[in-house]
């Protein structure tokens, strides 16, 4: 399973003295990269198949507070991805120093062409690391329709 740990820094913290919520964010998304990085993702490359990754959502589950004094690992785990790459969903754990498993995060994605502002699939030499990737118990191919599992939708004024 792919991991990163990380020293909780002072700018880290909320008012509460424990982890902020944008700090999980940032510990998990680096985690996210990382993985990507090591395994064929670039910037060069990203650059020559003018691709981005974009967030569709990311829920966070929290069941124990990080204080300082915790080091934080995170987990990386494959939940979805559809067959062409266009769609993923990741899963994250972030434990403390004794091992506790503090909050869990569900994520899904996509990849942006960022001239024509659509979204595309990965050229299939991307695709491999993907697929090589620890997946979750509940792993599953993803379709469009599972982009919109939630059911939520835009408001108008």
């Known amino acids: 399973m792919y991991t990163k740990t990380f020293e909780i820094r002072w700018s880290d913290l909320d008012a509460n003295r424990h982890l902020a919520n944008s700090s999980y964010q940032n510990f998990m998304s680096h985690t996210r990269m990382a993985f990507l990085v090591e395994n064929g993702f670039s910037q060069k490359e990203l650059v020559k198949h003018n691709l981005g ?5 990311e829920h966070i589950y929290y069941f124990k507070e990080l204080k300082p004094e915790d080091e934080v690992k995170v987990s990386l785990e494959l939940k979805g991805l559809s067959e062409d790459g266009m769609f993923f969903q990741f899963e994250h754990n972030l434990y403390n120093h004794k091992g506790k498993n503090c909050a869990r995060c ?3 994605g996509s990849w942006l062409d960022l001239h024509s502002r659509e979204l595309v699939a990965l050229p299939e030499h991307l695709l491999k690391p993907l697929e090589f990737l620890t997946k979750t118990e509940d792993y599953k191919i993803l379709t469009k329709e599972d982009t919109r599992k939630h059911g939520v939708k835009p408001k108008h004024l």
């Not at 990754?53 to 959502?57: E, H, K």
């Open 106 to 108: 569900e994520m899904m």
């Open 53 to 57: 990754p974009i967030v569709f959502y």
